[in-house]
């Protein structure tokens, strides 16, 4: 009897990883935006991390190096995109408990922050100001889900599974058009 409990717990699982992924997406940092630390003022170049070393970034809870990484681009679970507003990060996070639970907490908005770990290559203070300007990162370290941000103008959201089908269905609509209008084309020769 116990036997048939773990073989039918395995194909529940893998029905779950198929169908159910926990997808969340967010900005580790936000370009141009002044945030106050409490004794000095910061912003982040646009240009910053253009040569950063982020060739291996993990995703954490809380920058904690005791908690099991979330997501690491290592392994492709991590990716990440610097555009105009600042580093996305995008991240399926793999089926483990740690992760459904943060998952939840970020679905239901308990958690909405995130920051980053790094060191910095190059920088500017204006000291009339008590502003530090941030103009090029030397390496990323890692994007942590945080309780409580340096930076306010984060966030990270979870994104459900309704929206991915939506997009999905978005997707494959242009995608049939295009096939469409290609063909029209080639009749119309």
Known sequence: MEKAVKEIRLIDMRALDKTDKMIIEGYAAV????????????????????NAD???IVMKYNHEDSI????????????????DHGLKIRAELPNTTQNRDIYILIENRVLTKMSFAFTVKSEEYDYDT?????????????VSVV???????????????????????????????FEKQKLELMLSL
């Open 54 to 56: 982020m060739n291996d």
């Open 147 to 177: 309780d409580v941000p340096a930076y306010e103008t984060t966030e990270i959201y979870a994104r459900g599974k309704e929206q991915y089908e939506e997009e999905k269905r978005k997707y494959e609509e242009k995608k049939i058009a």
């Open 68 to 83: 099991l990484p979330m997501a690491r681009t290592r392994g492709g679970s991590l990716t990440f995109n610097i555009d």
């Open 130 to 142: 008590d502003t530090r300007k941030i103009l090029e990162f030397d390496k990323i370290f890692d």
């Open 31 to 50: 370009f141009d935006t002044v945030t106050n630390l409490g004794w000095i003022k910061e912003v982040i170049d646009r240009h910053a991390f253009d």
